[in-house]
């Protein structure tokens, strides 16, 4: 066993349920990337990435600062085709059809594949309006309030808001205000939500309840969580996904994709000494 199994044990019993994270290596990838590469301009921020994206699984990326996680995650819903000079190389499969293909609608690429971002951000609305609005944006007119409760329970919020629906979300907490905006993410029922360091803003409570709330949105939905915090990607992820930043002949740093594996090999028996060095804290 190598040194980098030290906190896999610890790591797991700190969250209650964390053993339903056992990988199940007969779910169907949802997404495929293939040889994916993403540029800003001519800069190559990642190069070359390879992983699935399995049905009903939490997968992990980490590595550390400007390996390009949140570039990966952000090509997954085609969010960086808002960002000018952004393009993508490789392909990307999303129930087996390619997401980049001329006829694919970016919009309702994100209606499918939604996103939560590290900074909780509310509309300046309502609670109701926030989840709401998603909803009209989206065509969705029919038994609004139904619709509006049930994504407040599936996002763990519903018993802290019903009394006060009309009340600004920017009022609520950090770690209400980041359930309401997965709340709002779920309420048109997406294939997979994507979430960027979004328990990085949240004191440790509050994380714990994003935790727990993941292991439940794992029943439903297929997840890709990008988060800095290790031990976090051990308690909640299936698969994980070790990126780290590798400087060509030319001194220039590209992002790449070292090890993608179950969870409980990447923290206990990983293959790569980069994996092992980074996760034992021995780098980054
Ligand atoms: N909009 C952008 N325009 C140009 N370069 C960018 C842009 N966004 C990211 N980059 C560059 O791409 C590389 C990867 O950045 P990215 O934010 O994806 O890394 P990361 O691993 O998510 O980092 P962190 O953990 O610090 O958030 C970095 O060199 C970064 O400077």
Redesign the pocket.
Known sequence: MTQASFDMTNALSSVPGAMSTMPTSSAKPVMQLEGVSVF?GS?E??RGTTMPVREQQITAMI?P???????ILRSLNRMNDL?PG?RIGGKITFHGQDLYAPDVDPIQVRRRIGMVFQKPNPFPKSIYENVAYGLRINGIKDNMDDRVEKALRDGALWDEVKDKLKSSGLALSGGQQQRLCIARAIAVQPDVILMDEPCSALDPIATGKIEDLMHELARTYTIVI?T?NMQQAARVSHYTAF?TAEVDEQQV?H?RLIEFNDTGRIFTNPTDKRTEDYITGRFG
């Open positions: 800003y800069y921020a990642v590595g600062s400007g390996c390009g996680k949140s570039t960002i952004a990008v800095h990126f740093r992002g």
